[in-house]
């Protein structure tokens, strides 16, 4: 025997105009460039040593106020504060968010008044300022930051670091000023002055 109840069409379709397959293409590939940098950063804390902290101990509560402090996380989470793994691990990272987000977007075209060099992570002003880049857009773009974060992001951090990365007297000096002739050399920096009595 059928079933006497009326049957109900299913939903329709959704469709997306083409004008808007742009804006989702974009939205898709910069949520990906995120999920990726998520990734990396889960990576990166799973594979950092359980802190002494966690660890129980047979010290008096005195000791475990001093050393409290120290255990809450590293000193600093600027790149050249780094050493060793950490810095592989977190230049990684960071390759990925210049690579997938920042030069796709930020990139602009080489010219001699604005140098740029793919082996940017060899000029170590270069790694701190776009490293400070990302920190910055990690806080500013995150939904705490409220909506004007992005802009003052813009305005107090991109603008400046461009303005000093890509400048032609930056680190990028001596590299690459056209796509079709690429060049590397890292500028030689001042030496440090020697203390002590020359005999």
């Not at 990925?96 to 060099?117: A, K, Q």
């Not at 004007?148 to 461009?162: A, E, K, Y």
Request: glycine share 6%; aromatic share 8%.
């Amino acid at each position: 025997m059928s079933d006497p109840s009326p049957t109900t069409p299913g939903p329709e379709p959704f469709r997306v105009s083409d004008a808007d397959l742009d804006d989702l293409a974009s939205t898709l590939a910069k949520t990906m460039a995120e999920v990726r940098q998520h990734g990396v950063i889960l990576d990166r804390l799973g594979s950092e040593p359980e802190s002494v902290a966690s660890q129980p101990t047979d010290e008096a509560p005195e000791a475990e106020a001093a050393d409290g402090k120290k255990a809450d996380g590293p000193a600093s989470v600027f790149i050249l504060a780094l050493g060793g793994e950490a810095y592989a691990v977190e230049l990684a990272a960071l390759s990925d968010w210049v690579n997938y987000l920042f030069l796709p977007v930020y990139g602009r075209e080489i010219s001699t008044s604005r140098p740029w060099c793919a082996r940017w992570h060899e000029h170590p002003e270069a790694v701190a300022r776009l490293h400070a880049l990302w920190l910055a857009w990690q806080q500013f773009t995150d939904t705490e930051a409220g909506l004007s974060g992005p802009s003052t992001w813009h305005r107090d951090h991109l603008d400046q670091t461009l303005v000093h990365l890509r400048a032609p007297d930056g680190p990028f000096a001596a590299c690459t000023t056209s796509a079709n002739r690429p060049n590397h050399r890292v500028l030689a920096t001042p030496a440090p002055e020697q203390s002590g009595v020359a005999a």
